[in-house]
């Protein structure tokens, strides 16, 4: 059984209320809830029927869901943290993309593209190279063989209570709040 983590340490984040953050807590803990009743429904249900297979399809969405909210909330912290443009990412970021802010305009692009779901930095595991995703919904989008750079949440339950229809500035917010030695972290050095 998956236990929801505890993200309160975001609370009093600069740019998000503690009422969205809450709310934004309890909709990742209803995926969490999901995952778990999904697998026990799929682990002791009738194979091949319909329900199964239908839920067989739905185990996806609850478990991007999941996952997908960890490590948005992983990658941020209350104040933000320095970029280190001398480190490894960096330089990988300036080599694939041209340079920081080249990547960064076309993050923050993605960002404001119509639609909901999910805007990551994600590397090629096999060769190295970094790509900026759209991922929409939880479960379309994602490129096979890749890891979770950085992540943010561009569904209208990550913003639209502290800034209604302006995502712009929600990104603003949310690149203040992205906590870069997290970021770093996730980066596989040496490809």
Known sequence: MYEPKNFERLLGTEGFSDILLRNHFTLYEGYVSNV???????????????????LKRRFG?????????????????????????????AQKIAEDFGSFEVWEKDFRATGVMRGIGWVALVQDVESGRLFNIWVNEHDAGHLGGT???????????????????KRADYIVA????IDWNVVSSRFIAGK
């Open 36 to 54: 778990n009743k999904v697998y026990e429904f799929l682990k002791n249900g009738e194979v091949g029927v319909p329900p199964w297979a239908e």
């Open 61 to 89: 969405w609850e478990w991007d869901g999941m996952r997908l909210h960890e490590v948005y909330f992983e990658n941020m912290v209350k104040g933000g943290s320095v970029f280190d443009k001398q480190s490894p990412l």
């Open 147 to 165: 890891k979770m750079i950085l992540v943010m949440d561009v569904f209208e339950h990550a913003f639209a209570l502290d800034y209604g229809l």
């Open 174 to 177: 949310f690149w203040n709040a």
